[in-house]
């Protein structure tokens, strides 16, 4: 127990003493890398420690606590109330208000509720841990490099940027809070903590165009959050319960709409249909932010407590609804994706993607989907955060984020592009990670629902698209000589990019280990059988890609200095060269060439595509609350 | 034919993905040259010997390498390879949706090789090639899935033991497959990433800058993924030895018939019509399938 009580408040004391302790001093950036470094072990500690151990629930009941945590949550909605008032918008009042009544009904009306188990650890949440630990502190660090950065470019902000180490890492405390809850009152403060945080970062810069992003996510936020107060309220009032693990053995019928309505919370906060538009407005926030919300926190919570609730609607409408929202969101924004240029953007859309893919795993709910539920999850972490601190890398250097900008990257930041291909490679190439998941989701579906395993055919060819003509700009090189300014990346932002690199690789190459050890047991707990993989094609599967990790490396260096016998000419151009983007062409004139991607937009523009899918999944949303009412 | 047949049941797994690698070039060489000849005759002209594909690519190999930048034949070796891999998995027997992805990701990286030499004419070669893959995608995705719902295995070697007709369970599927066939095997009116029709292609597509040995290996390649196709053809009509060998000459013969009577389509018309013919045929067949089963 006291290593979760570690992992929740150890962030929180570096919070306050990233808030406190001024800029610039060497031993800050000590006390950053030795807690990053806790925060790394002691999710490893936990994971050896359980490792052959099954669930535990530790009991830790104190009314301190509980006034306390209510104290806060009073403070964050006053806190709301305020900022909304100063900016003039009043919807947040609205929902921070309604929000509190339904938190202060349950208060008054759980006079001498007993919760158990407050806190609980099982390789779920483990798995979770080590994402949170390993994949945020190495945000953490980046951030340490980025930032001084940020404001060179951003010479107008005033300089708050104890303010953002503060906000990163009391949003890792909310996290690992999260992910150890069993008593949900707690597990809402934490999700409510989230919430704020990240609107607060969203909104860091200031400006109109982020304060116009902060106050979406916050409205879209906390209007789940209303939902889960009101999930708490129906589950207490009719069953007396206020803990996840006695919900889930409790009668289905009965905790239906509870599970619905943090189901739906848990929407929201993934980011899927039809409230995708708070995570691809938060791209305005510096980088680190993006890549934290998109990793290893926020939306990662969200398809937390989908599959946590999930067993409770298995099989009814309200799953079915899920499922198909979860495809709506994996279908339509990959189609989207396609239009985009904005490497953020593509990154937030491919986020969107992937996540519905999870929900509709969750809401499918068998030993197999939650398998592949699992690993989604733990490779679209790693290959997504090592995307996003790569783009923040790019945008500093080349003072663009735009992908048609990217032009001939592998000659300007080298081994930076490297690194970025196997981000890439992670998310879509076979057999590497996010694919592995595919095509065990794609045999999970089709027996039970064949209109998924139609929106999958699709959607991976969708994702094929967008991620293809992206690595193809990056990876094209011309003639001659390009300036490289890889050197003026600082360390602070190299080693955290290498460690996730590294990561990505380690992750697709343990995924038998992860599976055969951490997943099946927990799947063994939940349902009591695990899926049969086919031996033959793990097998296969590592073949080709430890084949790959030798033959990629050895086939470059071989090209690169073995391989002499060639001889060099220049691109044709359909004139006489001038040199590797100028020719000469009829009547002497002179000709440049460029190149630019297809983007499609006629087809998958944002706006057409958009309102679809939010038609669509408002309709599915209101059937999903339908089903569980009735 | 029974006999041979036989043989190869009683092959390892190896075994036979060895006999692939060895076989299937001469075998797609072969093809390739009766391609050329039957064209030539339904044109009113002579043609080539039957063998002509295979002097050709000799001839490609004897070449002297020019290339614009040094690694631009790395990603067309690994596409060479991951085919015969994909091919090696699936004359083996093995997962159907894994041969399915390990090509995918074969053709990946041949469009990676046109992004990498940064020409112009190659860029909208790749990017067209990109386009016909997305296109595709959907269809071969969805016709492992009919063959699973039918026969209840992902395995090529299930399948293919399969004791009824998988065609009649899977008319739309087949059809959709039909249908890509054609984007698969670089035939009008779907051939835009590159066309062996002079008179309808801007340079060369895709391969403007390969040239020599690395052209050869495109060939090759070429070869080896007709036969892996014409595989998953047989696979509908695997009930049936000679049916299914008959089939399958049908099918090249109509490939061959398409290209002859067809222009070039343009991208845009590419890419709907095979995405809205594949939501037509293959995916309401599957849907349909589901339904009946229930």
Redesign the interface.
């Known amino acids: 127990m006291n290593a979760l009580i570690f992992l929740i408040v150890f962030p929180l004391v570096i919070s306050l003493l990233a808030r406190v302790v001024p800029h610039g001093l060497v031993i800050k950036n000590i006390i950053g890398v030795c807690a990053n470094i806790a925060l790394c072990i002691v999710p490893i500690y936990l994971l050896v420690t359980y490792l052959n151990r099954g669930p535990a629930y530790f009991n830790l009941e104190s009314k301190a606590l509980d006034i306390g945590m209510f104290l806060v949550e009073l403070f964050v909605a006053f806190y709301i109330v305020y900022v909304s008032v100063r900016s003039k918008r009043y919807l947040p009042i609205f929902l921070a208000a309604a929000q509190l009544l339904v938190m202060v009904t349950l208060e008054f009306n759980s006079h001498g509720m007993h919760v158990e188990h407050s806190l609980f650890v099982d390789k779920f949440s483990i798995i979770m841990a080590l994402i949170v630990g390993i994949i945020g502190s190495a945000i953490c660090l980046y951030v340490i490099g980025y930032i001084p950065e940020y404001y060179a470019h951003h010479k107008k902000l005033q300089d708050r940027r104890n303010y953002f180490s503060f906000l990163m890492y009391l949003f890792l405390s909310a996290m690992f809070g999260i992910i150890f809850s069993n008593n949900l009152k707690w597990l809402y403060f934490f999700w409510e903590l989230t919430t704020v945080c990240s609107f607060l970062l969203i909104g860091f810069k200031d400006d109109k165009a982020s304060q116009e992003s902060a106050f979406r996510a916050l409205n879209m936020n906390l209007v789940g959050g209303v939902v889960f107060a009101t999930g708490l309220v129906c589950l207490y009032s009719s069953s007396g319960v206020m803990e996840l693990d006695k919900l889930l053995r409790l009668d289905k019928g009965v905790v239906l709409l509870p599970a619905v309505c943090l189901a739906f919370a848990g929407m929201v906060k993934s980011a899927q249909f039809p409230f995708c538009s708070w995570l691809t407005g938060a791209m305005v926030a510096p980088t680190p932010v993006s890549a934290l919300l998109h990793s290893s926190t926020m939306v990662k919570a969200g398809v937390y407590l989908i599959l946590r609730v999930a067993p409770v609607m298995e099989n009814t409408l309200a799953a079915k609804m899920l499922i198909l929202i979860g495809g709506v969101s994996f279908l339509i924004t990959a189609l989207i994706a396609i239009s985009q240029s904005n490497a953020k953007k593509v990154l937030a859309y491919s986020t969107i993607s992937n996540l519905g893919l999870i929900v509709a795993c969750a809401g499918l709910n068998t030993d197999a989907a939650v398998w592949s539920a699992l690993l989604l999850i733990i490779f679209h972490a790693v290959a997504k955060s090592l995307l996003f601190l790569c783009v923040g890398v790019i945008e500093n250097k080349l003072g663009s984020r735009d992908i048609e900008d990217m032009?001939?990257l592998i000659m300007r930041l080298p081994r930076l592009t490297a690194i970025m291909m196997t981000g890439m490679a992670g998310m879509f190439?076979?057999?590497f990670g996010m694919?592995i998941s595919k095509?065990i989701t794609?045999?999970a579906f089709?027996e039970s629902n064949?209109?998924m395993?139609?929106i999958?055919?699709?959607g991976?060819?969708?994702t094929?698209?967008f991620w293809?003509?992206w690595?193809?700009?990056i990876?094209?090189?011309?003639?001659g000589v390009t300036e490289v300014i890889e050197h003026k990346v600082s360390r602070w932002e190299w080693v955290p990019l290498c460690i996730l690199a590294v990561t990505t690789v380690l992750v697709c190459l343990a995924f038998p280990f992860i599976s055969f050890r951490v997943i099946d047991p927990y799947l063994l707990e939940v349902f009591g059988k695990t899926p049969v993989v086919?031996t033959?094609?793990i097998l296969?599967?590592l073949i080709?890609m430890l084949g790959m990790l030798i033959?990629l490396p050895l086939?470059?260096l071989y090209?690169?200095f073995v391989?002499k016998?060639?001889?060099?000419?220049?691109?044709?151009?359909?004139g006489g060269n001038i040199d590797?983007i100028t020719f000469e062409g009829a009547f002497a004139s002179t000709q440049k060439?460029e190149?630019k991607?297809?983007y499609l937009e006629k087809?998958f523009g944002e706006e057409r595509l958009f309102n679809v899918g939010v038609f669509v999944s408002l309709t599915l949303t209101f059937v999903m609350f339908g089903a569980a009412v009735i | 034919m029974n006999g041979i047949y036989k043989l190869i049941q009683e092959w390892s797994i190896l075994e036979r993905a060895l006999a692939f690698v060895l076989i299937a070039p001469l075998a797609g060489g072969m093809l390739a040259g009766i391609d050329r000849k039957v064209t030539a005759r339904l044109q009113g002209r002579y043609g080539p010997p039957v063998l002509q594909p295979f002097f050709d690519v000799l001839k490609l190999l004897r070449k002297e390498r020019i290339i614009v930048n040094k690694f631009q034949d790395f990603p067309i070796v690994l596409f060479l390879f991951f085919t015969i891999f994909s091919g090696a998995l699936f004359f083996a027997g093995a997962d159907l949706l894994l041969t399915i992805f390990s090509l995918a990701l074969a053709g990946t990286f041949f469009i990676l090789g046109g992004f990498c030499v940064s020409s112009p004419y190659s860029h909208l070669g790749a990017e067209r090639e990109l386009i016909q893959t997305v296109a595709y995608e959907p269809m071969i995705i969805l016709t492992a899935v009919g063959m699973y719902q039918v026969t209840g295995s992902f395995k090529v070697a299930d399948i293919a033991q399969y004791h009824g007709p998988l065609v009649l369970s899977l008319p739309g599927v087949f059809a959709g497959f039909l249908y890509i066939l054609t984007i698969k095997f670089r035939k009008s009116p779907f051939d835009l990433s590159m066309s062996h029709h002079a008179h309808q292609e801007i340079v060369r597509g895709i391969t403007t800058e390969f040239s020599g040995p690395t052209l050869a290996l495109i060939e090759i390649t070429h070869w080896y993924e007709t036969v892996l196709l014409l595989g998953i053809v047989y696979l509908f009509f695997a009930f049936n030895l000679w049916l299914a060998i008959g089939m399958v000459t049908a099918v090249f013969l109509f490939e061959i018939f398409i290209d002859m009577n067809f222009a070039r389509f343009k991208w845009q018309l590419t890419f709907l019509s095979t995405w809205l013919f594949t939501a037509v045929a293959g995916a309401s067949n599957i849907i349909l399938l589901s339904l009946m089963r229930r």
Not at chain 1, 475 to 479: G, L, N, P, Q, T
Not at chain 1, 565 to 574: A, D, I, P, Q, S
């Open positions: 032009d001939y190439l076979a057999p694919i095509f794609l045999k089709i064949p209109v395993a139609i999958l055919a699709y991976s060819a969708a094929m698209f293809t003509k690595m193809g700009k990876m094209s090189i011309k003639h086919d033959f094609n296969i599967v080709i033959i086939g470059l090209y690169a391989n016998n060639y001889k060099r000419v220049g691109t044709y151009l359909g590797n060439i190149m991607n297809y087809y």
